[in-house]
């Protein structure tokens, strides 16, 4: 079975800092893998995935991700984090052996003070 | 604008009564799904449909009922059979069930008491 951790509920920073959100995953074969951001009361909105390739992936609104397939890691980045990115994060995994399910992480608040 | 419709937004029932959840897409994708979204737990998927006239069970499928007569529209039913309904639920599409990513509605936040 797949699965996705997301080891911190929450994570503070202060405005210009930069900002980190953990993902590790576990599957059999290789994975696809996915952030998604959510803000209060909306649906979630793609940040970036990645498929295949340099392992930097970079996304929507400054963030990016590094993908550790030795750590089966899947970090979000961002060099210098916003008020305006204090949201909720989800990383998600998907796999062929799991028949393309895609499994979501138990998410991470961000909290961005000026 | 493509994108995903739900409605309503907020929704109240007594228990026992059955309740359904729109869900429209403009989209053009193959594949929807619903998820239900509880505090701390993150996305847990209730059903999900590849095609038209087929949908298949998520993990916590029991309680709900979805169909699938139209490409663009995919309506959940909770059911009074449904014992913990409260919660938000969210309705997506992908262009495929590989490496396309999910489109999500703006959720139904259903309140049953």
């Known amino acids: 079975a797949q699965s996705v951790a997301q080891p911190e509920d929450q994570v503070n920073v202060a405005e210009g800092n930069p900002l980190t959100v953990k993902c590790t995953y576990s599957v059999s074969g290789n994975p696809y893998l996915f952030w998604y951001v959510q803000y209060p009361n909306r649906g979630l909105q793609f940040l970036l995935k990645y498929i295949t390739g340099d392992n930097l992936v970079k996304g929507s609104y400054g963030f990016e991700a590094e993908f550790n397939k030795s750590q089966t890691s899947f970090h979000l980045k961002k060099p210098s984090a916003l008020v305006s990115d204090s949201a909720l994060y989800f990383c998600?995994?998907?796999?062929?052996?799991?028949?393309?399910?895609?499994?979501f992480g138990g998410g991470t608040r961000v909290l961005v003070k000026p | 604008d493509g994108g995903i419709t739900q409605s309503p937004k907020y929704l109240f029932r007594k228990e026992g009564q059955n309740v359904t959840l729109s869900c429209e897409q403009n989209l053009n994708h193959d594949a929807m799904y619903w998820y239900r979204q509880d505090p701390g737990q993150g996305l847990r998927l209730i059903y999900y449909?590849?095609?038209?006239?087929?949908?298949q069970k998520g993990d916590i499928a029991e309680g709900y009922s979805v169909s699938r007569e139209k490409k663009e529209s995919f309506p959940l039913t909770v059911t009074s059979a449904q014992k913990n309904p409260t919660a938000f639920y969210l309705c997506?599409?992908?262009?495929?069930?590989?490496?396309?990513?999910?489109?999500f509605g703006n959720g139904t936040r259903l309140t049953v008491t």
């Open positions: 998600a995994v998907r796999n062929k052996a799991a028949g393309n399910k895609l499994t």
């Open positions: 997506a599409s992908s262009a495929d069930r590989g490496n396309s990513p999910l489109h």
């Open positions: 449909s590849q095609i038209v006239n087929d949908f």
